[in-house]
């Protein structure tokens, strides 16, 4: 069974472009977290999207959005970058079995110059 | 926000040594997970405990929980060097893993 894929890797973008980063969760997985991670504020939930429709938010400016498609591939956005969102951004995807965990992607690193 | 606090923020032992991490948390919670992530990838998932269990064995693991401390400890006995890595305690309050809440992290450094 195939894990989590996010595309890409690695990023770089210059202040105030936007980025979309993309998931592709377990198959069979309804469910896509994104959790953004930084040195300073750790590991932090920014949404959750559960058959298409986004089920979950975190303390996230509007800059942050995201979408699932109907094969459960979710992709997040962040416009108008800014230094501060440079950040690992990791995608999970899980079941809606109770008790259960989350398996996570390798993450994108993006870095904002 | 984290939910909460994880110590040590750092941790060093010699191969062989038992390592101890605790995790504390703020609310009542589903279950406690705990994930170890390597140099900045992704998180793997390393043992689950109910709010109704106290204690979980899985190899070398032992996690205890105490929901009347809202605190958590995970025991690796006889460390090896590919332990090193930073470990995490997450707590899910949805009854599902869609929605984690993390906290601080460990970073284990075990040396031959």
């Known amino acids: 069974k195939a894990g989590v894929t996010q595309t890409p890797r690695y990023l770089i973008k210059t202040r105030g472009q936007q980025v979309t980063l993309s998931c592709s969760p377990i198959?069979?997985?309804?469910?896509v977290s994104w959790y953004q991670q930084t040195p300073g504020q750790g590991l932090q939930f920014l949404f959750e999207?559960?058959?298409?429709?986004?089920?979950n938010k975190g303390n996230f400016p509007g800059r942050f959005s995201g979408r699932q498609f109907s094969n459960s591939r979710s992709e997040m956005n962040v416009s108008t970058l800014e230094l501060g969102d440079s950040a690992l951004y990791l995608c999970a995807s899980s079941t809606t079995q109770a008790n259960t965990e989350a398996f996570f992607g390798q993450g994108t690193r993006l870095t904002v110059v | 926000s984290q939910q909460g606090e994880e110590d040590p923020q750092a941790l060093s032992i010699q191969e062989g040594e038992n390592a101890t991490m605790n995790c504390s948390y703020k609310?009542?919670?589903?279950?406690l997970q705990w994930y170890r992530q390597n140099s900045g990838r992704g998180l793997v998932h390393l043992i689950l405990i109910r709010s109704n269990e106290r204690e979980k064995h899985s190899g070398r693991l032992r996690v205890t929980l105490d929901t009347s401390k809202k605190s958590s400890s995970l025991l690796i006995t006889a460390s090896r060097a590919a332990d090193t890595a930073s470990y995490f305690c997450?707590?899910?309050?949805?009854?599902?893993?869609?929605?984690?809440?993390f906290g601080t992290g460990t970073r284990l450094q075990v040396t031959l």
């Open positions: 198959s069979g997985h309804r469910s």
């Open positions: 997450a707590t899910d309050f949805t009854g599902t893993a869609s929605k984690l809440t």
């Open positions: 609310t009542s919670i589903n279950n």
């Open positions: 999207y559960f058959s298409e429709t986004q089920r």
